[in-house]
């Protein structure tokens, strides 16, 4: 197969088309295929399967084209395109993707900094906090074992040791959310007030009790602007979107009339 | 003499031509094409937090949305993206319009649409495609525009459900028959078919792909690019399902589906020709319980005997089975484990999609006794392909896996999204007469019932769950890790509940401190863990090390057992043993019936209230089997159980302020089951077995 094929078979496409289009009384019959529709066709069927298409496929993604547009054409010769509900919404959806697009694609850095600023908290990286705990079963007394244990460590330095707990002794940077997972919104309102390399307890989680040491809380931050930058781009575009496609709406609302009739039964 | 021979060679030449001419096009097979669907991601700059001993990570590895054609009917409209934003945590809308959302996130999940004609049926509904012009997807034009996503369209919808299942499944052939050997050979049938796209059906298969890698965030939550192969045995329509999940962002450019073949060695032949081509995969088998005993066959697909090849092939693509999920649970059956007092749960006797609902035939349709089939297998020298592990999952069709009994949406949609619907609330009149209405309009037969002077529907969905979890003992939240996991069978089953579940086995477990802070490691250096196999040493008898922690937002702990399965050498007899090795509340195990006292726990059925004072919040033992014989393969599972709660369907009558249906269990209790340990005796001389 080369490309020899490819070109008889456009010429006898534009013959045949020639043909309609000479036959035709009122409505013009040409199908023209521009060179940015067939690339784009082209590039659409290879995004989709990860190759160029053959030469055969060519010759179908085109014939498929061509037989779409002559459908489409009749179709719209029958008024088939009247009360339609997907049309209709298609056509709606058509009008907001080009509201959307009045915005212009690269904001300045200044309207982005404005934005970034008053959107602050969607970019805020929470605190996480390290500790390691000493667990004391609810099976076995958990709580006369836990302040026992606290009690030798405070007045002797005895060892520090308790029951194996499922997740493990020591967790590294975990934020709120995962130690709420782990062990509890109980567990988690200790930890928070707790002073840092202190060994203190017991606490008590739905799982028993625990001696906790709170190693290191890394403080929750705005990050500079450099490092969301994407997402703030993003952001921002859609935001602008909604805005432009709202504010379309309620201006040319008013010259509308909504009526419905009074006594429906809803 | 000559001339015949003369044509004979002939003939065989042009049959070789002919082979070999599709054998070619095997090699070129389109469903092995790789395809990177990885997307360009800002990489995170913190490190992945590791834990050498293993963390448990909850997810739902079977999850559909609008791309499957049954989803799409049954109202779904929520994309892969919508089902991935809940299982962190968001809400979506359920298609009747209320939101579903987690208790709390999942570590991981993916989105199994079936392969078979996915994005198929939202393509015939849009009346601007291609498809939509052919005359029999009229029924389909918009069947999803928001005024018809309710109650009253469930007539019109299980009609299509039924309609398009045999419309779009192509009818196989005999195995002799030239035009199934084509099918096999030129592997992409269903392009032939006037029903289907292709182009619709890869962009359908690849936004599935884009959502996964969208949504996979290492160290956070965990995606697989997947699909279902939804296939069937010819004949008795028993359910064969499995989902198959990828390993990285590279996959096929298209799902291998039963268009392709309905023979699951063909599924297994194509994923090993992928793992070739360095894409690993793995196909997880579900609804054993609807396979009308096919699933766990002791032979082969195709009638011919189970071989060593056979099994070897089987466990190195099916590593674990889905043995607990929304459409009932395949532990066992009270049929095939008369002895064991909690085999009847929730028991889904009816094979998967029969119309009329048709009984499933328990007989290896259960994994217990698939895995004394496997023994027997084995014993006979044939390998073992039962030697799975187990997971549960959701096998939701509106892309949110329902957990929890008391926030129940079923599965499919519009059909049982309501309590009526789903037979756990007695009909109003106009639901009554809808239904009766829609047998006559669709000579459906007669879906409602009587029950204590009360008209149900009966449609089946009674028999359902708010079920189950897969959990992944895996060193950190990666896509590789967890897959590992899978591999090594390291995972157990939930129904739902977030329990956590430690089994190890070894010779020298007795010296390991239960309360020591490093139990766990101690175990790992001393023995094996859920789904290894432990080896005979010098004949001693192994330990058997359990813990179990209870679900912080679920009840207490009741009990832990280990369940044992063998085949007795003598006669070849499988034998099974159920054994509590641990009871909350400081109670004993009763050591000649091998079982816990009872612990007190009961449910206030009028409110759902459960005890407060008993239970467990950890359960954790050493254990000796006390029948142990070191000469005889052995599989031993642990089976966790919860208090007892208020079942799903007693929750929707009491939020509807009637009685429960009498005939419905109206408690439950939430488990958890492991992988097995086997134990291998030491191969000495050949037993001679007297027959």
Known sequence: MNLRILVFFVIGLLIFLLDIGFNAEQDSKDIYISDQELTSLLSAWQSQVGRPPSDEEIVNIINNFVQEEILYREALLLDLDQEDRIIKRRLAQKITFLKQETIPNDPSQEEIKKFFEKNKNNYFIPPTYSFSHHYFSKESNAKERAAEAFDEYQTNGAELTGDPFFLGKNFYQNSEDEIKKNFGALFFLAIKNLAINEWSGPHESVFGEHIILLKEITTGFYPPLEKVLLRVQQDYLSEAQEKAIAEYINEIRSQYRVIINPDYKF | ?691
């Open chain 2, 1 to 691: 003499m000559n001339k015949s021979l003369i044509g004979l060679i002939a003939v065989s030449t042009v049959f070789l031509i002919y082979v070999t001419g599709f054998y070619t096009n095997f090699q070129s097979d389109s469903a092995l094409e790789v395809i990177d669907f990885s997307i360009d991601k800002p990489a995170s700059e913190n490190s992945i937090p590791s834990n050498p001993d293993r963390i448990p990570l909850y997810g739902d590895l079977h999850v559909h949305t609008k791309y499957s054609f049954d989803a799409y009917i049954f109202g779904v409209t929520a994309t892969p993206y919508d089902a991935y934003k809940y299982a962190t945590g968001e809400a979506i809308k359920h298609p009747l319009g209320f939101d579903m959302k987690l208790r709390e996130p999942l570590d991981f999940y993916a989105v199994t649409d079936h392969g078979f004609y996915m994005g198929m049926i939202e393509n015939y509904a849009d009346t601007s495609s291609e498809m939509s012009k052919k005359e029999w997807t009229k029924p389909m034009h918009n069947i999803n525009r928001p005024e018809n996503v309710n109650v009253e369209s469930l007539g019109e919808r299980a009609d299509l459900f039924s309609s398009v299942l045999s419309q779009a499944i192509v009818q196989p052939y005999p195995y002799w028959h030239p035009k199934l050997w084509k099918a096999w050979f030129t592997n992409n049938i269903q392009v032939a078919l006037k029903s289907f796209d292709y182009d619709v059906h890869k962009s359908a298969w690849a936004d599935v792909a884009n959502a996964a890698e969208e949504f996979n965030d290492p160290g956070n939550f965990t995606t697989f690019i997947g699909y279902e192969f939804t296939t069937s045995t010819e004949v008795e329509g028993g359910n064969l399902h499995r989902n198959v999940i990828f390993n990285s962002s590279n996959a096929p450019i298209r799902p291998w589906t039963r268009i392709d073949s309905l023979n699951p060695e063909d599924l297994w032949t194509w994923m090993d020709s992928l793992r070739d081509k360095g894409v690993d995969s793995l196909a997880m088998p579900h609804n054993s319980n609807g396979s009308n005993g096919q699933m766990f066959e002791v032979e082969t697909f195709r009638g011919n005997p189970i071989s060593i090849e056979y099994a070897e092939k089987r466990m190195r693509n099916e590593p674990v089975v889905e043995m607990t999920q929304v459409k009932g649970t395949s532990d066992t059956h009270p049929l095939l484990s008369p002895d064991d007092e909690w085999a009847d749960f929730e028991i889904m006797d009816k094979r998967v999609g029969s119309r009329p609902p048709t009984y499933s035939m328990p007989q290896g349709g259960y994994v217990r006794d698939a895995y004394l089939r496997g023994l027997t297998l084995d014993w006979e020298g044939r390998g073992n392909p039962y030697k799975f592990g187990l997971i549960g999952s959701s096998d939701t069709h509106t892309g949110a896996g329902g957990f929890d009994e008391d926030n129940y949406w079923s599965k499919a949609g519009v059909l049982d999204g309501t309590d009526m619907g789903r037979g756990s609330v007695p009909l109003t009149q106009d639901r009554i007469d809808m239904l009766n209405q829609y047998a006559d309009l669709y000579n459906q037969p007669i879906s409602i019932q009587e029950i204590d002077g009360r008209t149900y529907a009966d449609v089946g969905f009674d028999q359902w769950s708010a079920s189950g979890l897969a959990v992944a003992w895996a060193e950190e939240n990666t896509r590789d890790s967890i897959f590992q996991a899978f591999k090594r069978k390291e995972t157990f089953a939930t129904t739902g509940t977030r329990m956590a579940l430690r089994f190890f086995a070894g010779f020298d477990m007795e010296s390991i401190d239960l309360d020591s802070e490093d139990m766990v490691k101690n175990a790992y250096a001393k023995g094996v863990t859920m789904g290894a196999d432990l080896f005979s040493q010098d004949n001693q008898t192994p330990q058997f090390l359990v813990w179990a922690q209870r679900d912080k937002l679920g009840a207490p702990l009741q009990r832990v057992q280990i369940i044992k399965g063998w085949v007795e050498s003598a006669s070849g007899t499988p034998k099974e043993q159920i054994y509590d090795v641990a009871c909350s509340d400081g109670l004993l195990v009763d050591p000649v019936t091998n079982r816990c006292p009872d612990n007190g726990a009961r449910v206030n059925i009028s409110d759902c209230s459960i005890s407060n004072d008993v239970g467990a919040g950890e359960l954790k033992t050493i254990w000796t089997d006390p029948d142990f014989d070191p000469t005889i393969k052995a599989f031993y599972y642990v089976r966790v159980l919860e208090n007892p709660t208020c079942r799903w369907s007693t929750w929707d009558s009491i939020k509807a302020g009637v009685t429960p249906r009498p005939d419905l269990h109206q408690t439950i209790q939430e488990r958890a089951w492991s992988s097995p340990i086997w134990y291998i005796p030491e191969s000495g001389e050949l037993n001679i077995i007297p027959l």
